[in-house]
């Protein structure tokens, strides 16, 4: 079982940054990946970025350039370093665990975290 636990969302200015992090518990799997995804009202839940064993690293053309995925393997955790916001990031962020290849749908995540709130006005 793998516990997941976002932090860092809050508020900024258009333009500003934020840094999302993600506490992971319980991860023994041999190969995985982990997903950063987001979700605004009305919307449907969007992978954003994400990295897998190989350290292989993939964003999404909405964030890509803007925003940086990182691991700290030695504290478990995950970063989303969030740069030149904008109105349209305003959402609820994710972090996710899938113990098989990278994907954009979130039907391939096994496990999520609660999310963190990020608005930028």
């Known amino acids: 079982h793998v516990q997941l636990v976002e932090s860092g969302g809050g508020s900024a200015q258009v333009g500003g940054s934020l840094r999302l992090s993600c506490e992971v518990r319980?991860?023994?799997?041999?190969?995985?990946?982990y997903g950063w995804f987001r979700q605004s009202t009305g919307k449907q839940r969007e992978g954003i970025a994400n990295?897998?064993?190989?350290?292989?690293?993939t964003y999404a053309d909405s964030v890509m350039g803007r925003f940086t995925l990182s691991r700290d393997t030695a504290k478990n955790r995950l970063f989303l370093q969030m740069n030149s916001l904008r109105p349209e990031d305003t959402a609820m962020y994710f972090c996710?665990?899938?113990?098989?290849?990278?994907?954009?749908?979130?039907?391939?995540?096994?496990?999520w975290g609660p999310g963190t709130q990020v608005t930028v006005s």
């Open positions: 996710a665990f899938s113990s098989s290849n990278c994907a954009w749908s979130e039907d391939a995540f096994n496990y």
């Open positions: 319980g991860s023994t799997y041999p190969s995985w990946c």
């Open positions: 990295i897998d064993t190989d350290g292989r690293i």
